[in-house]
T-cell receptor, first 114, second 114 residues
């Protein structure tokens, strides 16, 4: 069975500093991994995905994620945080063996402090 | 390009009642998925429709049902509402049901069951 874990409920970072939001996964077979962001009272917005290829994936709004197979991790990163990056971030894994659906983590609230 | 739209935005129902939530998919998208997001949790997959047929279902009871119409819009119906059904219901559309196709989410319908 597929699952993802986001070990930090809350991450605080100063504006301009690099940020990391952590995600680990458990899947059978090759993982298909996604990051989504949710702003208050809004739906989720797609940031990036890892399907195959380079372990460093670049996405929207300057975000990137590093896939590490040996550590079963897919951490989200950004070199320089903006106050507008403050939001709820979800890591997700796709079940490719059955229904086309996503298993989401519980989310990490990122707060960027001015 | 019109994104995913959901209606209504908010709804209050009484335990035991029935509710219908509606979703218009993004232009060109033939696949619609529904997710339930309880407060403080990640979204959970309810079911998916691909070209008017159910294409997968999560761990939700049969009182959660759906439809997809020829224009690919969709409805989520919940019968015999329970207090625990209170949540944000998210609709997501995608170009197809391929495992690597990103989902595009609407802003959700906030359902409160009293």
């Amino acid at each position: 069975a597929q699952s993802v874990a986001q070990p930090e409920d809350q991450v605080n970072v100063a504006e301009g500093n690099p940020l990391t939001v952590k995600c680990t996964y458990s899947v059978s077979g090759n993982p298909y991994l996604f990051w989504y962001v949710q702003y208050p009272n809004r739906g989720l917005q797609f940031l990036l995905k890892y399907i195959t290829g380079d372990n460093l994936v670049k996405g929207s709004y300057g975000f990137e994620a590093e896939f590490n197979k040996s550590q079963t991790s897919f951490h989200l990163k950004k070199p320089s945080a903006l106050v507008s990056d403050s939001a709820l971030y979800f890591c997700a894994v796709r079940d490719k063996s059955g229904a086309n659906n996503l298993f989401f983590g519980t989310g990490t609230r990122l707060t960027v402090i001015p | 390009e019109t994104g995913v739209t959901q209606s209504p935005t908010h709804l209050i129902k009484t335990r035991g009642q029935q509710v219908t939530l509606r979703c218009s998919s993004q232009s060109g998208h033939n696949t619609v998925s529904w997710y339930q997001q309880a407060l403080g949790q990640g979204p959970q997959f309810i079911f998916q429709y691909y070209r008017e047929e159910e294409n997968g279902r999560g761990n939700f009871p049969p009182r959660f049902s759906g439809l997809q119409f020829p224009n690919y819009s969709s409805e989520l119906n919940v019968n015999a509402l329970e207090l625990d059904d209170s949540a944000l219901y998210l609709c997501a559309s995608s170009l197809d049901s391929s495992y690597n196709t990103p989902l595009h989410f609407g802003n959700g319908t906030r359902l409160t069951v009293t």
